[in-house]
C-alpha cells in the first residue's frame, strides 16, 4: 500500500491532528532558549498564513502537510503573544517593608499556611513602573492577629517579597514561568497582622469571589472538618478547608483528581443536569411533542456548567473542563455527536488559544490524555460492535474500563511530573468515581435547589455521607503495604516521544497506526535507563546533594525543604530529608565542602585544588581560592547547578543552561560566568579511590 493510499485513508480523520500541530508549535515556543523578537514571530505568523494559503491549492495527498505545518506556525504564535500580553515588572531584589493591595485570590500553601493574592499593589520607594502587577505573600506567626482576610478588601501588611524562584535543578519545573503568566511579579511572606486600608471596593470579578467564599464557608460550617473541606473544594473550588493529611491520603490512592473541579465533575454536573432536564420535559406531552427537547436540556446543562465555572473561581483546570463540555453540548445544539475525537480536538484547540501556556502543565496533559484514551477506546469497542455484558452489567463493566484506561492514560504523566505511581489506584477509583457520579453531584445540585428555602443542609448531608466514604476508601487505600511507590523524574524527551507514539495510535488509520508503539516503547526505555545528577546545588547555596551508593546525601537536615523535597522526589526515593542528611558522610564522586551561614563561613579556613566550595554568603575572598568556590552571587547569574555524566567524563550543567534567556528567567542581566573548567578539568574533581 502506497503513501497516496495511505492518505486518501485519513480522509475525514485529519482534524484531530490540528492540536497536535498547535501543540508541537508550543512546545518550540517555549523551548527555545533566546527571547524570539516580536518581528520572529511575526514572521512565522505570516509563513503559517502562506502555508494555510497554500495548502488550498495543493492536492489531497500533500495539503495536509501545509495545513499542520500553518498550525505549528498558530502555535508558535499565539503561545509569543500569550508571553507578551500578560508581561509585566517583576522584582529582581530582596524587598522588605510596606506591602498594599487588593485581595484577589486566597488559597493555602504546602505548609498550610494561608496565602494571599494580590493585585493593585503599592509598595514602598518603587516606582509604579517596577512595582509588580501582582503579589503573593504567606501568613506567618503573628499576621493572624490581624483583620481576617476577605475577597477584595484592601489591606496592608509589612513582608519580606523576592523574585519567583527559578528551577530547584537544572530542566526541573520552572516557577518563573509559571508565575510569569500568572502574573506574580514576586512572592514572599509576612508575620506581621493585617490591616484594613478600605471596604471591599464593587466588581464584579471580586463579587463572584466573595460569593464563593461565602459559600465555601457556610458548606464548612454545614460539614466540619475534612468532609466539609472537601465538599468545599468540589462546590467552590477553595482547597484551604481540607488537611495535609487527608491530601496525602487521596494522592497516595491517586483519587486526588476529584479535588479538583475538572473535567470529571463538569462533566457529572452537566451529564446530571441534561438527564433531569430531558426527563422533566419528558413528562411535559407538549414540551415532548413540540418542542427540541435534547436540544433545550442541552443549553441547560450548558448554563448549569457556565454557573459552575464561575462559582469555582474560573481557574485553568476548571475553564479547560468547561470548554470541554461546552464543546460536547453544542455538538448537540448543531445535531452532531456529542462525544468524539473530534470534539475532544475542537477542545483543545480553544484551550490551546486561550491559554497556551497549559500544555506545559500537568493538568492539560493529564485531562486530554485521559479524555482522548477513553473516547477512542469506546469509539472502538462501538466500532467493532462488542458488548460490555449483559444490560445489568454493563455500567460496572463500563466503569470498570474507564477507570483503567484513565489510569493508565494519566501513569506515565502523573509519574513524570509527581515522580509517585499509586499501586492501588484502581481499586481506590472504583470505590470512589461512581459514588461522585451518584450520590456526591446530584446532592451538591439537590443543596444548590433547597438553598433559597433553607433546606440546602439535606443536600448537604447527602454529599457528606458520600464525601466521608471516599475518604474512608482513600485512607484504607494509603495505609496498605506499598501503596505507593516512587519513580525517578524522566529526561525532557521522554514524554513527548510516549505522547506522539500513542497520538499516533490513536489518531492514524489504517494498520500503520501499530508504528506508533516504537516511539511509546523507546520512551520508556530511555526513562529506565537515565540517571540522576551526581551532585545537585541549589541555586541560594543553601543545600547541596551527593549520589551516594545508597541514595542521595543531603547537606543539612532542615532548611530548604521544598528543595531537598523535589530533589528527594525526582530521585524516587520516598525518604524525608532528616533521613538523606545522615547519608552525607558516604563515599561520593565528587568532593564538596558545603557553608551554611555565616558562622560557617566566618571560620572557613580555606581550600585544596579540586574541591568544591558552596557556601549561602558571600565570601570575601573567593576569587583567591585555588578551588571553585560558588557563592550566591555567582549561583544567581547561573540558577541551581548539575554535576552529571558518568565517572569518566563528569560535566556542568546550570538552570540557566536549560531555560536560557527568556522574558521570564529573571537571571542577573549581567552574562553569565564562565565556570572555570569542562569535562577533563572536572575529573580533578573526582575523588581517588
Known amino acids: 500500500m502506497g503513501l497516496g493510499h495511505a492518505m486518501l485513508i485519513q480522509r475525514g480523520h485529519l482534524f484531530g491532528w490540528c492540536p497536535v500541530g498547535m501543540a508541537c508549535g508550543i512546545a518550540l515556543f517555549f523551548g527555545l532558549k533566546f527571547e524570539p523578537s516580536v518581528t520572529l514571530i511575526v514572521s512565522i505568523g505570516a509563513l503559517g498564513v502562506l502555508m494555510a494559503i497554500v495548502a488550498r491549492r495543493m492536492s489531497e495527498l500533500t495539503s495536509p502537510i501545509f495545513v499542520l505545518a500553518a498550525m505549528i506556525a498558530l502555535g508558535f504564535v499565539l503561545a509569543g503573544w500569550r508571553a507578551h500580553s500578560v508581561a509585566g515588572p517583576v522584582l529582581d531584589w530582596r524587598y522588605y517593608g510596606p506591602v498594599e493591595g487588593r485581595i484577589v485570590g486566597m488559597d493555602r500553601s504546602a505548609s498550610d499556611a494561608v496565602r494571599l493574592t494580590l493585585d493593585h499593589v503599592k509598595l514602598d520607594h518603587v516606582a509604579p513602573a517596577d512595582t509588580p502587577t501582582r503579589v503573593r505573600i504567606s501568613l506567618h506567626g503573628d499576621s493572624a492577629l490581624g483583620v481576617a482576610p476577605e475577597p477584595g478588601l484592601r489591606v496592608m501588611t509589612t513582608a519580606h517579597l523576592g523574585p519567583p524562584g527559578g528551577p530547584v535543578e537544572p530542566g526541573g519545573f520552572d516557577f518563573q514561568r509559571h508565575a510569569w503568566f500568572a502574573e506574580l511579579g514576586s512572592v514572599g511572606y509576612t508575620r506581621v497582622p493585617l490591616v484594613a486600608i478600605s471596604v471591599a471596593e464593587f466588581d464584579l470579578r471580586q463579587t463572584i469571589f466573595r460569593i464563593r467564599m461565602g459559600v465555601s464557608a457556610h458548606v ?262 506499598g501503596a505507593q511507590g516512587y519513580v525517578a523524574g524522566p529526561s525532557a524527551v521522554v514524554l513527548p516521544l510516549i505522547a506522539m507514539g500513542m497520538l499516533f495510535v490513536i489518531l492514524w488509520q489504517g494498520r500503520a497506526r501499530f508504528a506508533g508503539v516504537v516511539p511509546v516503547i523507546l520512551g520508556l526505555a530511555l526513562w529506565q535507563a537515565g540517571s540522576r545528577p551526581h551532585v545537585l546545588i541549589a541555586d541560594t547555596g543553601g543545600l547541596v546533594g551527593l549520589m551516594t551508593e545508597d541514595g542521595r546525601a543531603l547537606s543539612r537536615p532542615k532548611g530548604a525543604g521544598f528543595v531537598a523535597r523535589n530533589w528527594l522526589e525526582n530521585d524516587g526515593e520516598g525518604i524525608d530529608q532528616a533521613t538523606a542528611a545522615k547519608r552525607w558522610d558516604s563515599a561520593h564522586l565528587v568532593q564538596i565542602i558545603h557553608l551554611s551561614g555565616k558562622r560557617a563561613a566566618a571560620g572557613f579556613t580555606g581550600c585544596t585544588k579540586g574541591e568544591i566550595v558552596v557556601s549561602n554568603t558571600d565570601l570575601t575572598d573567593a576569587d583567591d581560592m585555588p578551588c571553585l568556590v560558588l557563592t550566591p552571587t555567582l549561583l544567581r547569574r547561573t540558577g541551581a547547578i548539575a554535576i552529571v555524566g558518568d565517572a569518566d567524563k563528569l560535566r556542568i550543567r546550570t538552570a540557566r543552561d536549560i531555560a536560557g534567556d527568556r522574558m521570564w528567567s529573571g537571571w542577573t542581566k549581567s552574562s553569565a560566568p564562565e565556570i572555570g573548567f569542562g569535562s577533563l578539568q572536572l575529573q580533578q574533581l573526582v575523588k581517588k579511590k
Not at 486561550?354 to 466500532?383: D, H, K, Y
Not at 493508565?408 to 513524570?416: C, D, N, S, V
Request: proline share 4%.
Open 220 to 481: 464548612q460550617d454545614a460539614l466540619p472538618g475534612d468532609v466539609g473541606g472537601f465538599a468545599a473544594a468540589v462546590t467552590t473550588g477553595d482547597r484551604s478547608g481540607i488537611s495535609q493529611d487527608a491530601l496525602e491520603d487521596l494522592r497516595a490512592s491517586n483519587t486526588a483528581h476529584l479535588l479538583a473541579i475538572s473535567g470529571l465533575h463538569m462533566g457529572l454536573l452537566s451529564g446530571f443536569v441534561f438527564g433531569l432536564l430531558r426527563l422533566l420535559f419528558a413528562l411535559i406531552s407538549h414540551v415532548a411533542l413540540h418542542w427540541p427537547a435534547r436540544k433545550l436540556a442541552a443549553l441547560g446543562a450548558l448554563i448549569a456548567a457556565a454557573v459552575y465555572l464561575a462559582l469555582s473561581g474560573g481557574n485553568v483546570a476548571t475553564e479547560r473542563a468547561f470548554v470541554m463540555v461546552a464543546v460536547a453540548l453544542c455538538a448537540i445544539l448543531v445535531n452532531r455527536r456529542a462525544i468524539s475525537l473530534r470534539a475532544v480536538a475542537m477542545a483543545a484547540i480553544i484551550v490551546l488559544t486561550l491559554r497556551p501556556e497549559a500544555l506545559m502543565g500537568p493538568g492539560f496533559q493529564m485531562s486530554f490524555a485521559a479524555t482522548t484514551a477513553l473516547v477512542a477506546v469506546f469509539g472502538w469497542i462501538r466500532n467493532m460492535e462488542w458488548t460490555l455484558g449483559p444490560k445489568w452489567l454493563q455500567p460496572v463493566v463500563g466503569v470498570v474500563i474507564s477507570s483503567a484506561v484513565a489510569g493508565l492514560a494519566t501513569a506515565p504523566i502523573g509519574a513524570a511530573h509527581f515522580n509517585t505511581m499509586a499501586h492501588y489506584g484502581l481499586i481506590a477509583n472504583l470505590a470512589s468515581v461512581p459514588l461522585m457520579g451518584v450520590l456526591v453531584i446530584p446532592a451538591a445540585v439537590l443543596a444548590l435547589v433547597l438553598a433559597p428555602v433553607g433546606l440546602d443542609i439535606i443536600g448537604l448531608w447527602l454529599m457528606g455521607a458520600g464525601l466521608r466514604w471516599i475518604l474512608w476508601v482513600a485512607d484504607t487505600v494509603s495505609g496498605l503495604d
